[in-house]
């Protein structure tokens, strides 16, 4: 009787979540009925933006919110206006002035990214630290990089950034906010790194990321069109606040609270290392790793955390890291753990306590001894900076040097003989004139001798 109750309770319990899960999240922005979008493509002008591998943002900003803007204005009920439709410049406080200008909803700033040392990957988008434009920023975010994330690109997730004052890094965000227009940075993609550069490298992957950024809007705005034949209306969008800054916006920065290494398993003949990796950042999610295996002096390119979650937080706090060692080395193992604001925190050193044999020297340990006995199973251990052929190449090396030294030796002791016996022969000749002169003197000169 006691289980029959409790399965009751627990299918009445589900009958009563089922709901609230399948409930959708209420949209925070409320636009009227007439919704006016501003798309602000940025930099111009004399202002490039990043010209990494031959790209030059301010082109690629313009083709994308050009497509955007196209894409739009098929949508109902919408209009659409963008700061610049040529290459021009224009300061910041005046794009945010136009949008108030014409009483916009949202600006949206098109941007593409590039880091100082070409190693950061991704798409993110940058929204204001105030409530409830922050709530507004990460609504759009969240659909934005969801679409990114199926495009097959890293998420780095939605995030503020605060300058002096604690007010809003970013200028566009900054003064649209203060004339109470909410704004966003989408940048999409990084044009300087490899894992990106792939999406943006044409100006049809320029336009078909305007026409991404144009849907992640309409779903955002819940909008229709009849040109399309789409309907986002019931459109569900992920919870959010308009009270106070979404937590998972929050700026971190601090480096990550710990990142340990603990040995796990070595494959000394197939030349494998695993190691369980442990890292926590208590204010934002874990994104990258990187790894040395040279002590600290070179580090890998980063990677993606396993299964880290930029848009919810989650990432696991532990993975296992596993290694191809090069022959002849023996490993010191260091990793960096990267949270979302590209700080990070740096492990205990593993040294490994065995070098990591050649493969010629374990063919050769398996080889029968004279006697018949077959050897130790055990694998050579072969000192770091051997040569890659083993021992016997080293003998060689060894023989060679041993009969440049005989040769140098032979030449030296050459020398010395015919100096030596040049040196004989000038004291030789010495003495010879000597004795000449001493015999002289005894019988005198005979010319000077009377008959």
């Not at 305007?210 to 992920?238: C, E, I, M, Q």
């Not at 990070?344 to 029968?368: G, H, I, R, W």
């Not at 050897?375 to 021992?391: F, H, K, N, T």
Request: net charge negative; charged share 25%; with cysteine.
């Amino acid at each position: 009787m006691f289980r029959f109750w409790i399965t009751v309770i627990s299918i009445f319990f589900t009958g009563l979540l089922f709901p609230i899960q399948a409930c959708a999240a209420s949209r925070l922005q409320d636009t009227g009925e007439k919704l006016v979008i501003v798309i602000d493509p940025g930099h111009g002008g004399d202002n490039q933006g990043t010209i990494e591998n031959n790209h030059e943002e301010k082109q690629m900003t313009l083709t994308t919110a050009l497509a955007m803007y196209e894409e739009l204005s098929l949508y109902d009920d919408v209009e659409v206006h963008l700061t610049r439709t040529e290459d021009v410049g224009m300061p910041i406080k005046d794009r945010a002035e136009f949008a108030a200008s014409v009483d916009a909803d949202f600006l949206f700033s098109i941007h593409y990214n590039a880091s100082l040392n070409h190693e950061l990957f991704g798409s993110e988008v940058w929204v204001s630290s105030v409530a409830p434009y922050n709530g507004y920023g990460y609504q759009f975010g969240y659909e934005f990089l969801t679409d990114m994330r199926e495009l097959g690109l890293f998420v780095r997730g939605v995030k503020t950034r605060l300058g002096d004052g604690g007010l809003d890094y970013y200028g566009i965000i900054r003064e649209s906010v203060e004339l109470e227009i909410p704004a966003v940075i989408i940048e999409h993609c990084h044009v300087d790194e490899a894992r990106d550069e792939g999406y943006c490298d044409s100006d049809e992957k320029l336009r078909a990321f305007g026409r991404a950024d144009a849907t992640a809007v309409a779903r955002y705005f819940g909008l229709k069109s009849s040109a399309l034949n789409v309907d986002y209306s019931s459109y569900p969008l992920t919870e959010a606040s308009d009270s106070f800054p979404m937590e998972i916006t929050d700026i971190d920065t601090t480096e990550p609270d710990l990142c340990l290494l603990d040995f796990l398993d070595a494959d000394y003949e197939k030349g494998s290392l695993s190691l369980v990796v442990s890292a926590a950042d208590y204010d934002s999610p874990l994104l990258y790793y990187s790894y040395s295996t040279d002590g600290g002096q070179t580090f890998s390119a980063r990677e993606i955390w396993p299964e880290t979650d930029a848009l919810t937080g989650a990432y696991p706090d532990t993975f296992t890291l596993n290694l191809t060692i090069q022959p002849g080395t023996a490993p010191e193992v260091i990793v960096r753990a990267y949270n979302m604001y590209d700080l990070y925190t740096e492990s205990n050193c593993y040294v490994s306590q065995q070098v990591f044999p050649y493969q010629k020297a374990k063919e050769e340990d398996s080889l029968e001894s004279p006697s018949g006995d077959t050897e130790s199973s055990a694998l050579e251990v072969i000192p770091v900076g051997a040569d890659a052929s083993g021992e016997k190449t080293v003998k060689k090396a060894d023989q060679g040097i041993s009969f440049a030294t005989f040769l140098a030796i032979c030449l030296i002791f050459a020398l010395f003989l015919l100096i030596l016996v040049i040196v004989s022969q000038c004291i030789a000749r010495q003495s010879r004139r000597k004795k000449r002169y001493q015999r002289r003197k005894e019988i005198g000169n005979p010319r000077n001798q009377t008959r």
